[in-house]
């Protein structure tokens, strides 16, 4: 994906909000980012999530990641 960088159950991103939900929709982590930040998953339990970014210009974007 253009711009993230996956290794081991972490990964970066630079951007403004991020939410990470489980795929019944539960929110299971929110951060504001003002630089690139390292998120650590590898205490998420295994499966699918939903990755939602909110851009400083206010544009969401969103990804189906898979924890394995």
Known sequence: INGWNF?????????????IFDISGKLVKS?????SKSINVSKFKKGLYLLKIK???GLSKSALINIQ
């Open 7 to 19: 290794l081991e159950n972490v990964f970066s991103i630079k951007k403004k909000e991020l939410s």
């Open 31 to 35: 951060t504001t980012l003002n630089q």
């Open 55 to 57: 851009t400083e210009s």
